[in-house]
């Protein structure tokens, strides 16, 4: 059976566990996978660019934000936002009594993007991250997730589906699979992006 949309995932899921009765309950495996799948995915094809206008201290994160790849000042001279800790933060801080002009750092406080210095005029800022996955539901049939890794999604919710069903032998089984599967997804991702960067010899001149 092909894999490519919410029902045909639900249908799966029922067809590997030879259950016909798990119709309510299904949904919640994928719910259970998507999660798990956005702390441990990591992949080109869910990251995610956004541009903003700062010119305050605290600044929204996008509504899909999952993880910080790189902060940039793109305005003028463009310049990388190092990140920081909330307690490096307010050392920074404290050392320069809480001085404005450029941001050269940025921490992840109460859920937006924090940064010091404050800024002293509008700066364009563009932020490379991590996209939260588009969760699947009877409106949202389809994600990329879904389209080039259902695999993922089966063997995910079939992992959640063995404490329900409390079939503890299966946990190891899927489990395996599962963890397989996410670490081939994140190193395709690397191969992609950095597959053609081998090393280069040296030769040395005379």
Known sequence: MAITTYAEL????????NRDDLTT???DFITLAEADMNRRVR???????????????FSALPADFGETITFHVTSGSMSQIELLNKSEMLKQRAASNDSVGKPRFYAITAGEIEVFPTPD??????LYYYKRI??????NTTNDILTYFPDAYLYGSLVHSAPYLKDDARVAVWGSIYAQVLADINS?????????TGRRMKIKAY
């Open 10 to 17: 639900k249908a799966s899921i029922a067809d590997f566990l």
């Open 25 to 27: 309950v299904a949904p």
């Open 43 to 57: 992949h080109w094809r869910n990251e995610g660019r956004a541009t903003a206008q700062i010119d305050t201290q």
């Open 134 to 139: 588009t969760s699947l539901s009877d409106s």
């Open 121 to 126: 005029a509008t700066y364009t800022t563009e």
């Open 188 to 196: 395709e991702s690397e191969a992609t992006k950095f597959g053609g």
